[in-house]
């Protein structure tokens, strides 16, 4: 992200059809087609002049033909208007274009040779040519489609390259049983490589399936025990609340309730109940502040502020499927309790944000030890959002802010559409600038 320099990953913006259509293929294979284009286009002319070295050139027209195929072929795959137009047809039709100019080539070079000899030459070249050019083919249809397709790629143009060359096997010197030799060993060659790819792409695909499945499952059971230990836990928070702070102030409501009732005529015992409900108030306000305590971050005080912010953010971020980048140091300096309990419900707050509103695909975590500061620096790729409009009234935002200023600590968020956000909180150390 441009945006924000220290950030190590970025953010690239393509349209949403360019999106849906890489989407239909397989990871690379579409920028694999591209480069293909290039090379056809590239070779194209260094081909003509191989062949006016070994004698089989071509006059300047069928040259400039041949040259117009391959021109189109790459306008055709990099240009992105095709792409989001065809989609699914895109790769089809792109092939079908290699294997078209390919045989129409052969067919130039075969249909312009002035003499036997040189037919013969030109027949074995582009029939090599052919070669390269349909097991490039036909890996690309292995890769993407089923091993059925690879294998009737290759018969479909070994059937159309014999339909070109059987009508020139007569005036060249190369006989039909050498031409019959090639073509057999060539589609066994092709198809073989196109049945090996296939089934190893095949073999890729049911194990991406099955690591997907397994990730959603896995997915799923963590929010799913996260929830229920949420649950569990506000259960027993409920019934401790009951049988501790609900009876105490039912016991302070009666007694002081007998208490006025009594007060005008026997005011010594009514002031005896009174001290039996401030001993109850002073019990019942006990008991709140242990309940109050067992709502703080529980694991700060089992693994410590660094651990507890790395296992916070690598749980968030398996939950959400993000591509998580985590700094820690190797120690941190001594925190007070407001402190540590600050930067983790900081912490807290931001990567809940983040996995349920940023639609991000990375995050970053840092804390950072530099200045005689603090810093706990949160950083995603996500939608981003308007500081200024969202600033004022969004509660989550204040919140953060209050719990800053309440360590002294310093809260900048930075965001721009659709460029991430970045959260840092820099909280003063005193033992840092000692």
């Not at 050498?178 to 090996?196: A, C, D, N």
């Amino acid at each position: 992200m441009s945006t924000y320099p220290n950030m190590r990953f970025q953010t690239f913006h393509t349209h949403p059809g360019a999106t849906r259509m890489k989407q239909d293929y397989e990871p690379g294979l579409i920028r694999a087609f591209q480069w293909l284009t290039v090379v056809v286009l590239i070779l194209q002319p260094m081909q003509w002049s191989l062949g006016g070295i070994v004698g089989i050139g071509l006059p300047i027209a069928p040259r400039l033909l041949s040259i117009v195929g391959p021109l189109l072929l790459f306008i055709y795959g990099w240009l992105p208007l095709f792409q989001l137009r065809l989609r699914r047809l895109f790769l089809p039709l792109g092939l079908t274009l290699v294997a078209a100019n390919s045989l129409f080539v052969k067919y130039l070079a075969l249909h312009w040779m002035p003499s036997p000899h040189a037919l013969m030459l030109a027949m074995l070249l582009t029939t090599l040519r052919l070669w390269i050019a349909m097991q490039v083919l036909v890996v690309f249809v292995g890769w993407q489609y089923s091993l059925f397709w690879a294998i009737v790629a290759a018969l479909l143009i070994s059937a159309i390259d014999v339909g070109i060359t059987l009508p020139f096997i007569a005036i060249s010197d190369l006989s039909l049983p050498l031409f019959t030799s090639i073509i057999t060993t060539r589609l066994i060659s092709v198809v073989g490589v196109g049945v090996v790819l296939a089934l190893l792409v095949n073999r890729q695909r049911i194990q991406r399936q099955a690591l997907a499945e397994a990730n959603l499952k896995l997915t799923t059971y963590a929010a799913t025990a996260e929830r229920l230990a949420v649950s569990q836990e506000r259960i027993r928070l409920a019934q401790e609340l009951h049988d501790t702070l609900a009876h105490s102030l039912s016991a302070v409501t009666v007694q002081l309730e007998a208490a006025e009732a009594i007060w005008d005529m026997d005011a010594a015992k009514a002031r005896t109940m009174v001290d039996g409900a401030l001993g109850n108030t002073r019990s019942g306000l006990t008991e709140a502040r242990r309940a109050l305590q067992a709502l703080r971050a529980g694991p700060l005080e089992e693994v410590g502020l660094r651990v507890a912010v790395g296992n916070l953010a690598r749980s968030m971020a398996a939950r959400s499927n993000l591509e998580l980048e985590l700094t820690l140091p190797d120690e941190l300096p001594r925190l007070t309790q407001a402190e540590e309990h600050c930067l983790y419900r900081v912490a807290q707050e931001a990567l809940s944000n983040v996995a349920r509103h940023a639609r991000a695909t990375q995050v970053r975590v840092a804390l950072q030890l530099t200045r005689g500061h603090l810093t706990l620096t949160i950083a995603d790729d996500g939608r981003g959002f308007d500081v200024a409009t969202v600033n004022g009234g969004h509660y989550g935002l204040k919140g953060l802010r209050e719990r800053a200023e309440l360590v002294g600590a310093s809260l900048d968020i930075v965001s721009a559409q659709p460029h991430g956000t970045t959260l840092t909180l820099s909280a003063p150390i005193e033992e840092l600038r000692s």
